[in-house]
Nanobody
Framework: QVQLVESGGALVQAGGSLRLSCAAS????????MGWFRQAPGKEREFVAA????????RYANSVKGRFIISRDNAQDTVYLQMTSLTPEDTAVYYC??????????????????WGQGTQVTVSS
């Protein structure tokens, strides 16, 4: 079983930046990829970004391309989401997920085996 712990969520003004962290523990060497998703009130959980554990493949939702960067610190088994030029539309609970399967469906919720507890990001206008 993989445990995921997110951190870094906060209240920020529009145009600001935040960096989210997701630390993986317990059997992290079995992870194939990790992804960030977000869920706003009354909406479904949506894909934000994903990275394979070997960092060869990164993917982004169109809505965050050019503003967000996903990366991995190999030594810390931690995945980061650097977010810039934030807008109120980015307000949501952000979740990180981990998949153990070599899946092509990294943009889909169903592909992930484990989830963190979520971290709140609020962008004020």
């Amino acid at each position: 079983q993989v445990q995921l712990v997110e951190s870094g969520g906060a209240l920020v003004q529009a145009g600001g930046s935040l960096r989210l962290s997701c630390a993986a523990s317990r059997n992290s060497n079995s992870i194939y990829a990790m992804g960030w998703f977000r869920q706003a009130p009354g909406k479904e959980r949506e894909f934000v970004a994903a990275i394979t554990w070997d960092t060869r493949d990164t993917r982004y939702a169109n809505s965050v391309k050019g503003r967000f960067i996903i990366s991995r610190d190999n030594a810390q088994d931690t995945v980061y989401l650097q977010m810039t030029s934030l807008t109120p539309e980015d307000t949501a609970v952000y979740y990180c997920g981990a998949t153990l399967s070599r899946t092509v469906w990294l943009e889909r919720v169903f592909a992930y085996d484990y989830w963190g507890q979520g971290t709140q990001v609020t962008v004020s206008s």
